[in-house]
């Protein structure tokens, strides 16, 4: 069965800093799909990103940066120069081919003005 | 592209009764809906998987005939919450795919129903 794994329970940065919120997958499926979404306090989840597992590239976009290693089954999201903005649950997510969405625990993120 | 809409987004229902909660896909058809529940402070849970026109397939552990899923037609999914109990309070939030989007595996996610069973 599919399994998404983030270990940080909470984060807490001071705004403009860096921080990088870790998630591990496993999966026996060789086609997959990889997601992110951010959790506001309102509860809508906001898309991020989808990766299938043929693209390994690296992708930036704006602040957010992700960096996917199929070897260590790794899908890392960073955020540059955080925000307060930026303050929320983030949710890592692994999709298989019967389409069923598995969920991380989340990762809540708290930025300091 | 690609909304989904739920209704209501908050509720408060006394423990006995029953509550249904609309899911709507507003500018495109959903073969398949999803249903997630999430406590508080936890992560979304999968529910029970629903294609239009057939029955719904449970999660393990998710009862069917508390949690009522009609899904009718191409854009409108129901979950139906019967004889709620306060255990049953819960932030629900559906999903929904079609064949035709533009990447494969999508799920576009309602806005979510707060339900609070007093």
């Known amino acids: 069965a599919q399994k998404v794994t983030q270990a940080q329970t909470e984060i807490s940065v001071v705004e403009k800093e860096d921080v990088t919120l870790d998630c591990v997958y496993e999966?026996?499926?060789?086609?997959?799909?990889l997601f992110w979404y951010k959790q506001p306090p309102s509860g809508e989840l906001v898309f991020l990103i989808r990766?299938?597992?043929?693209?390994?590239q690296n992708e930036i976009s704006g602040r957010y940066s992700w960096n996917f290693q199929k070897s260590t089954s790794s899908f890392n999201f960073t955020i540059t120069a955080s925000q307060v903005v930026d303050s929320a649950v983030y949710f890592c997510?692994?999709?298989?081919?019967?389409?069923?969405?598995?969920f991380g625990a989340g990762t809540r993120l708290t930025v300091k003005p | 592209g690609a909304v989904v809409s739920q209704h209501p987004s908050r509720v408060i229902c006394k423990s006995g009764t029953s509550v249904k909660i609309e899911c709507r896909s507003l500018d495109f058809q959903a073969t398949t809906m999803f249903w997630y529940r999430q406590f508080p402070k936890q992560s979304l849970m999968l529910m029970a998987t629903?294609?239009?026109?057939?029955?719904?397939?449970?999660e393990q552990g998710v009862e069917k005939d508390k949690f009522l899923i009609n899904h009718a037609s191409l854009t409108l999914s129901t979950l139906t919450v019967t004889s709620a109990h306060p255990e049953d309070s819960s932030f629900y939030i559906c999903?929904?795919?079609?064949?035709?989007?533009?990447?494969?595996?999508?799920?576009?996610f309602g806005p979510g129903t707060r339900l609070t069973v007093t």
């Open positions: 999903s929904a795919s079609s064949p035709g989007q533009r990447s494969p595996n999508e799920q576009y």
């Open positions: 997510a692994l999709s298989e081919v019967n389409n069923d969405m598995r």
């Open positions: 629903s294609n239009e026109g057939s029955k719904a397939t449970y």
């Open positions: 990766r299938n597992s043929f693209d390994e």
């Open positions: 999966t026996r499926d060789t086609t997959y799909y």
